[in-house]
């Protein structure tokens, strides 16, 4: 399929609702530009008036998608964040995501959400640690990439080289849609192979084309020797790279490549462009029994994200659910699968950052957020009454582990809320020794304890520290045989902690210690992810 033949698409107002959806997250490693292109983005469709600056001067504006204190004071997004918007006829869900590697089970659940992702790189640094971790994800999944190589105005690798390096390192074949003129200083705009034409660093069209061949004729282009160059790497590109296929796009085995600048606005457009017509309506949810196509008549969703105290005065707590089938309506009871209990849900929300709108009416690809009192957790699969379980929603591991200190005994009652309501968040992981009483936390990384330290303590009131407890292993421990689980766990009793289901977790000192467990116990299964329903 040719670029201008992929981009005839069926009009929009004769869709079912369901089709007009396009739910998409962006990837990427820390830096390299991914929460100011989702405000670019935003800016792009007329969502907002002006984009924000993720590290904002005096007077500037702050970013609609870090809307958490801590995110604004760092610079950094700490907490996925969802924007809804209308562009051209669709409703777009968008998911920012953290991109600091100590947040990935946040991005992991993100991505069982989503049915498309931007993946965007620095033109400088090419293809990083927690982009190719992120990718590794999506690819589990299919799920259909877009690549946006950013801050082509800056000095960077060469285009090409960034393609190869791409390729190579991700077996992902490539198509361009938007080749840059030149880079850094000599970034004189892009040429688009959609809508033919090139086009100035301001958005001003200089030519347009039927065959890239016609723009030998424009004198003013042949005249410049950056133009030239990045016509000849452009068409050795052509020639080296395959033709763009939908279906092998939605298979997730071929990505458009766009080249712009998210802080200048370079490219974002186009990007937006590519998303509504070429990205992917809502696809079936892997579950079991069977997955749920999203064309079936009854309501389906899961909850991939918990968020508590989105707004402090309210002290309230948001499930955000994906729904993944049938039309839902604001009141509709819903069966929470794992209590088997039934819900009204009477004030559902569509999200803009951490403000919110009363949702009437929400189709499957639609993101909506349900309050409640603790009685949806993350993994959670809500339907008009059929017993189904979505799946790929796992709990990792956690690679550090600490026991919590408590300065004030008198808060152990709120302690004990604070911890629990943010592993239900998936903030942490939250366990209990079998012998004793201590309070454990696992995460994944030191920025999460920094972050679970002040958030216990600004939304609870509640000052916590932490210190090491001479483990640094845990895994679930699971056997098909009940009465050799019991002499494990005899055996370990000292060692066992249970987690928040009340799941048996093996703390050992080390990984040494963690492989002369297995050996020695045979029988036991012992986990590094755990499902959650």
């Not at 490549?257 to 200048?264: D, E, M, N, Q, R």
């Not at 009652?413 to 454990?440: C, H, N, P």
Request: aromatic share 8%.
């Amino acid at each position: 399929m040719s670029l201008s033949s992929a981009a005839e698409v069926t009009p929009r107002a004769h869709l079912e609702p369901f089709r007009t959806r396009r739910t998409f997250a962006i990837i990427s490693h820390p830096d390299a530009g991914k929460t100011t292109l989702t405000e670019r983005l935003l800016s792009a469709a007329g969502a907002i008036q002006q984009a924000g600056a993720v590290r904002g001067k005096s007077g500037q504006r702050s970013t609609r998608s870090d809307w958490m204190e801590m995110e604004q004071q760092r610079g950094i997004s700490i907490s996925s964040s969802v924007m809804t918007f209308e562009f051209d006829g669709l409703t777009m869900n968008l998911l920012d995501t953290p991109g600091h590697s100590d947040f990935s089970e946040d991005t992991y659940r993100t991505l069982t959400a989503v049915d498309a992702a931007i993946m965007v790189i620095d033109a400088a640094k090419g293809i990083e640690s927690q982009t190719l971790k992120l990718f590794e994800v999506c690819r589990l999944r299919d799920i259909p990439i877009i690549t946006f190589i950013n801050k082509v105005d800056r000095e960077g690798l060469a285009p090409l080289d960034l393609i190869d390096e791409i390729q190579g390192k991700l077996a992902l074949d490539l198509t361009p849609v938007l080749w840059p003129i030149g880079q850094g200083v000599d970034f004189k705009g892009y040429i688009d192979l959609l809508e033919k034409r090139v086009v100035t660093p301001q958005g001003k069209t200089l030519a347009e084309f039927d065959a890239i061949d016609d723009l030998l004729e424009v004198e003013s282009l042949v005249d410049d020797p950056v133009f030239m160059t990045a016509l000849e790497t452009l068409e050795l590109a052509r020639a080296m790279l395959p033709e763009f296929d939908l279906k092998v796009f939605h298979e997730g085995h071929m990505s458009p490549v766009l080249f712009g600048s998210a802080l200048k606005g370079i490219g974002v457009a186009e990007l937006l462009r590519t998303l509504g017509d070429w990205g992917p309506e809502p696809r079936p949810q892997p579950a079991l029994p069977a997955p749920i196509s999203p064309d079936e008549k009854k309501v389906s969703g899961f909850v991939f994200k918990v968020q508590a105290n989105m707004d402090a005065n309210h002290r309230d707590r948001i499930a955000f659910v994906r729904l993944c089938s049938g039309t839902f309506t604001r009141g509709m009871r819903l069966k929470n699968v794992r209590s088997g209990k039934d819900m009204a849900v009477a004030n559902p929300m569509f999200f803009f950052g951490n403000n919110r709108e009363l949702a009437e009416e929400a189709v499957a690809g639609d993101i909506v957020g349900i309050p409640n009192h603790g009685t949806l957790s993350v993994g959670d699969t809500l339907t008009e009454g059929a017993t189904i379980n979505v799946t790929g929603i796992p709990n990792f591991a956690p690679e550090i582990i600490r026991r919590v200190r408590l300065t004030d005994a008198m808060k152990t009652k709120q302690m004990s809320k604070a911890l629990s309501d943010l592993a239900e968040e998936g903030v942490t992981q939250v366990f209990r020794r079998m012998v004793g009483a201590d309070w454990i936390v696992g995460v994944v990384g030191q920025l999460q304890l920094e972050v679970l330290a002040s958030r216990v303590a600004k939304e609870y009131g509640v000052p916590i520290t932490f210190e090491p407890m001479g483990f640094e292993v845990a895994r679930w421990v699971e056997s098909d045989d009940p009465d050799e689980m019991k002499r494990f766990i005899t055996a370990q009793k000292t060692n066992m902690a249970e987690d928040r289901a009340d799941a048996p977790v093996f703390l050992a000192q080390n990984a040494w210690w963690a492989d002369r467990a297995k050996q020695d116990w045979p029988k036991i299964k012992f986990l590094t992810t755990k499902e959650r329903h």
